[in-house]
């Protein structure tokens, strides 16, 4: 446990080489989950937690941490294993960060952090019960973890309205577009889902993919059946984190691409908003935006396509 403390702040900087670190921990069994220390702040034991009256069955209450009041959400019974189950003295909170909100989540034991390329984090198998709410898996010392949607748990427990009203659309701009491309790359199915409510009324053309490498290898068949991608594809809209290939690794490929190197994109993540603007500038996006703000991605859209018809803004 000491060892995880000492090392979570000081590891929360790797990335943009399509890299990552997962901090391990175990939810009231032998079963190996995980989740990336990008998104955590702090690990340490259950402190006292006080009720809260009418929240949502997961969260056990909330506690003070450096001053703050932190929502502990039971991440066992949010993924529907049920109520962990381990006395308070084996249990801990991992203390996270997700769009500029801190939220705890309660866990049994924290085992340790480890270092791993993306290729070997690999997108879910299909099927039902918890897979539902993986975003990949991987193999660690020949046994599985299982590597959490945590962005899905945060919506069940605080659903997003992503819904736009109609003048939040500028009409003539948008028939200019009809039909085009834009392309929306995400591991996360609730993410994918909300990026398409605010899109689709759009009526640009929305292609998805699940992870970097897929969408490298869709702007590769499309560079080699001859299509205009300069003239069809209004932009790229990517997460940061996804299994196989990163969103940072992936705008690396198209930036060294000489067809491809023109294309809009744009970072699209929860994590924390002063490290994306950072591995913006490094790896060439083209901006970045925080994840589940429906009017800033709906006018950064308008804003790129008015930019690709009439040129930049004086």
């Given amino acids: 446990m000491t060892g995880v403390l000492s090392t ?3 590891r929360t900087q790797l990335g943009g080489q399509n890299r990552l670190e997962l901090l391990l921990f175990h939810l009231g069994g032998s079963q190996y989950f995980a989740i990336n220390v990008f998104k955590v702040q702090e690990v340490m034991r259950l402190p006292h937690l006080t009720k809260l009256p009418d929240c949502h069955p997961t969260v056990r209450g909330v506690c003070h941490v450096r001053g703050h009041s932190v929502p502990v959400v039971d ?9 962990l189950g381990v006395d308070d003295e084996e249990a801990n909170i991992i203390v996270t960060e997700y769009n500029m909100t801190v939220q705890a989540f ?13 290729s070997e984090i690999l997108p879910p198998p299909g099927g039902a019960g918890r897979q539902h709410y ?3 898996i991987t ?4 046994r599985i973890v299982e590597i959490i949607d945590v962005e899905k748990v945060l919506a069940e427990i605080s659903p997003y309205n992503m819904q736009l009203e109609d003048d939040a659309f500028d009409r003539p701009l948008l028939d200019r577009v009809a039909g085009k491309k834009i392309l929306i790359v995400d591991d996360s199915s609730v993410a994918l889902g909300q990026m398409k409510q605010v899109l689709n009324p759009m009526g640009l053309e ?6 970097g490498l897929e969408a490298y290898q869709l702007l590769m068949h499309w560079k080699a059946e001859g299509m205009n991608i300069d003239e069809e594809l209004v932009m790229v809209i990517t997460d940061a984190e996804m299994p196989e290939m990163d969103g940072y690794m ?7 691409d000489p067809e491809l190197k023109d294309i809009h994109v744009v970072l699209h993540t929860s994590l924390s908003g002063n490290f994306n603007k950072a591995m913006v500038e ?9 994840k589940f703000k429906p009017h800033s991605l709906a006018e950064e859209v308008q804003r790129i396509i008015r930019e690709k018809l009439d040129g930049p803004s004086a």
């Fill in 106 to 118: 309660l866990v049994g034991g924290v085992d340790r952090i480890v270092n791993m390329n993306w």
């Fill in 250 to 256: 992936l705008t690396t490929e198209i930036r060294r």
């Fill in 75 to 83: 991440l066992r019974q949010a993924i529907r294993m049920g109520k």
């Fill in 134 to 136: 993986l975003t990949a």
């Fill in 139 to 142: 193999r660690i010392d020949d």
């Fill in 282 to 290: 490094k790896v060439g996006c083209n901006g970045f935006l925080s």
């Fill in 206 to 211: 929305v292609i998805e993919a699940h992870n």
């Fill in 8 to 10: 979570v702040d000081a």
